[in-house]
């Protein structure tokens, strides 16, 4: 056959390692998906555990350097120290530009700060990355509204309400805007 066992043997082994490596990505992938899809049914009674489990994995960077970043510029926000909030998150940003939690949090310090326009291009970037993350959504329509941009805003909020249909305000933006956008419905 022309085919050594020996170099065969490699080939095997150096696939089922890959696929090793590879497997905690498609089971992480995998649960995530699973976790979007419940939080997005509607009678979800569980859904603060289901946003809770979702933000703590799109905390993962896939490095304990990139983490540890991302933890210091939430810590030194939290804390009030929005300059060296966005010197940590703004190292991660240039370390991780894939990671879309750091666009995240930067944007977030961004719009703290009244920054909207560096907010807006922040939560650009990680809707790019993750167009589902409805914390960057919900962050566009807040500014959109705060900007006087209602029709925006509430296409935005029903952007977030289609994946995230539990947070009161969420209906309340809602309910609020599609009276002044659209007008009263008989």
């Known amino acids: ?3 050594k066992t020996s170099s065969l043997n490699r080939s095997v082994t150096a696939f089922l390692a ?9 089971a992480q992938e995998n649960e995530l998906d699973r976790l979007m899809d419940e939080l997005a049914k509607p009678e979800q009674p569980g859904w603060r555990q289901i946003e809770d489990s979702i933000l703590l994995e799109w905390a993962k960077s896939g490095s304990p350097a990139m983490d540890l ?14 300059e060296a909030a966005v010197e940590h998150l703004t190292a991660l940003t240039d370390h991780a530009p894939d990671f879309a939690e750091g666009w995240n949090a930067r944007a977030t ?3 703290q700060m009244g920054e909207y326009g560096l907010s807006l291009e922040d939560i650009r970037r990680t809707l790019l990355l993750n167009p589902e993350h409805f914390g960057a959504m919900t962050g566009l329509a807040v500014i959109f509204e705060e900007l006087g941009y209602e029709e925006e805003a509430l296409e935005a909020w029903r952007a977030v309400e289609a994946i995230h249909p539990h947070r009161p305000e969420l209906h309340e933006a809602i309910e609020r805007l599609a009276m002044t956008v659209e007008g009263e419905h008989l």
Request: net charge negative.
């Open 1 to 3: 056959m022309g085919i």
């Open 18 to 26: 890959a696929m090793t490596f590879a497997l905690p990505v498609f």
């Open 109 to 111: 310090v961004f719009f």
């Open 69 to 82: 970043l991302l933890r210091r510029g939430n810590d030194a926000f939290e804390s009030g120290d929005v």
